[in-house]
């Protein structure tokens, strides 16, 4: 319980504009409302109506905006009541809380080159970041690996085949698991396909740690890391080991 004089957390209300399911259990939601004060790379804690008393935090894919447009990129965790949820289920006009910006990453953008890793919907802060660093006006060279269990867990290929080509310093590497698809068919990647993407020449293989490694060591760089913990301390791990400052990284867990 709060005491006299205690207050709240701030919160801001925004409200689901886009809800596109791209994978069996990964969706891009896109909300409008209240200007959030966040800075890019940050998490956020979020509540929908479905859950009114449950609070998960999500990193926006876009800095911040004052007409207050936010995009969260959500994977359903296995076994997460919530995730899923937010994937199946969130519908336009849903109205989300948003609040307690916390940690996040940090780029300078006069600094030295950067290098960033995402694994997964670990991409959505690595965006911002990077759509933050287009507003200014010499950007550091910027290398993003990319990293999915196949194919077609590249889920936003098509958006980063089209950044990669506007931004003259931007470097987009994709990695993949495996270099093949699974069999069973997943009815939302069908529907949402496109034919703007990395070609199977593009594709590097193996774990993002083993491919980012295999680069040797980013002694004179800003390294970011962001994916599951699992893909994270594997990472850190290889950086470390090639020679790379633990000084000079900055990494988050989903």
């Given at each position: 319980?709060l005491?006299?004089?205690?207050q709240h957390p701030p919160?801001?209300t925004s409200?689901v504009?886009?809800?596109h399911r791209?994978?069996?259990d990964?969706?891009v939601?896109?909300l409008?409302?209240?200007f959030?004060?966040?800075?890019a790379?940050?998490s956020v804690?979020v509540?929908?109506p479905q859950?009114?008393h449950v609070r998960r ?6 800095p911040?905006s004052?007409?207050g447009k936010l995009e969260?990129?959500?994977r359903a965790?296995p076994g ?5 949820t937010?994937v199946a ?14 940690g996040?990453?940090?780029v ?6 950067v ?16 759509l933050?660093?287009?507003?200014t ?7 993003l690996?990319v990293?999915?269990?196949?194919p ?6 098509d ?9 003259p310093w931007l470097?987009v590497?994709?990695?993949v ?6 069999n069973r ?6 529907r949402s396909?496109v034919d ?12 993002l ?6 680069h ?8 970011l890391v962001?994916g599951?913990p699992a893909m994270v301390?594997s990472t850190?791990?290889e950086?470390i080991?090639t020679?790379?400052?633990?000084e000079?990284?900055?990494f988050?867990g989903?």
């Amino acid at each position: 319980m709060l005491g006299n004089g205690a207050q709240h957390p701030p919160e801001w209300t925004s409200t689901v504009v886009g809800h596109h399911r791209l994978r069996h259990d990964l969706a891009v939601i896109r909300l409008i409302g209240e200007f959030v004060p966040f800075a890019a790379g940050q998490s956020v804690e979020v509540g929908m109506p479905q859950h009114p008393h449950v609070r998960r935090r999500l990193s926006p894919a876009l800095p911040p905006s004052l007409d207050g447009k936010l995009e969260f990129h959500v994977r359903a965790i296995p076994g997460g009541w919530c995730s899923g949820t937010m994937v199946a289920d969130t519908r336009p006009g849903d109205e989300w809380r948003i609040g307690t910006p916390r940690g996040g990453f940090h780029v300078d953008p006069d600094g030295e080159e950067v290098v960033m890793v995402a694994g997964g919907t670990g991409l959505a802060p690595m965006r911002a970041q990077i759509l933050e660093l287009a507003r200014t006006p010499t950007p550091p060279q910027t290398y993003l690996f990319v990293g999915g269990r196949s194919p077609r867990d590249l889920y936003a290929a098509d958006m980063l085949h089209l950044l990669s080509g506007e931004l003259p310093w931007l470097t987009v590497i994709p990695v993949v698991e495996d270099l093949t698809d699974p069999n069973r068919v997943d009815e939302w990647y069908e529907r949402s396909r496109v034919d703007i993407g990395f070609s199977a020449d593009d594709l590097l293989h193996g774990t993002l740690a083993e491919v980012v490694g295999s680069h040797g060591a980013f002694t004179k760089h800003q390294v970011l890391v962001c994916g599951s913990p699992a893909m994270v301390a594997s990472t850190l791990d290889e950086l470390i080991e090639t020679g790379t400052p633990a000084e000079r990284i900055q990494f988050e867990g989903l």
